[in-house]
Nanobody, 124 residues
Framework: QVQLVESGGGLVQAGGFLRLSCAASGRTFSNYAMGWFRQAPGKEREFVAAISRSGLTTDYLDSVKGRFTISRDNAKNTVYLQMNSLKPEDTAVYYC?????????????????WGQGTQVTVSS
């Protein structure tokens, strides 16, 4: 079992920045790839970014490329999402998730464990 706890969400003006954190516990953090997903009101959950177990490979949703950066610190059992140049359309609940099977492209993998989510609101 893996427990994931997100933090760092909040209200920010367009053009601003936030850094989300996701702290993991329960199993060896470096054994799984990590992803960030988001769900806006009335919309389906969508992939935002993911990072491999080593941190050497990353993947991003096209609309956040160049603005968001995913990173991880395996010594701290934490994955981060640095979000710059935020736009109102980035408003959503952001979830981190853990993938344990290590197969296929990061964005299409099955993510088994999920956090409770953190709200990000970007005002125009």
């Amino acid at each position: 079992q893996v427990q994931l706890v997100e933090s760092g969400g909040g209200l920010v003006q367009a053009g601003g920045f936030l850094r989300l954190s996701c702290a993991a516990s329960g199993r060896t953090f470096s054994n799984y790839a990590m992803g960030w997903f988001r769900q806006a009101p009335g919309k389906e959950r969508e992939f935002v970014a993911a990072i491999s177990r080593s941190g050497l490979t990353t993947d991003y949703l096209d609309s956040v490329k160049g603005r968001f950066t995913i990173s991880r610190d395996n010594a701290k059992n934490t994955v981060y999402l640095q979000m710059n140049s935020l736009k109102p359309e980035d408003t959503a609940v952001y979830y981190c998730a853990a993938n344990t099977n290590g197969a296929g492209p990061l964005r299409y993998r099955r993510y088994t464990y999920w956090g409770q989510g953190t709200q990000v609101t970007v005002s125009s």
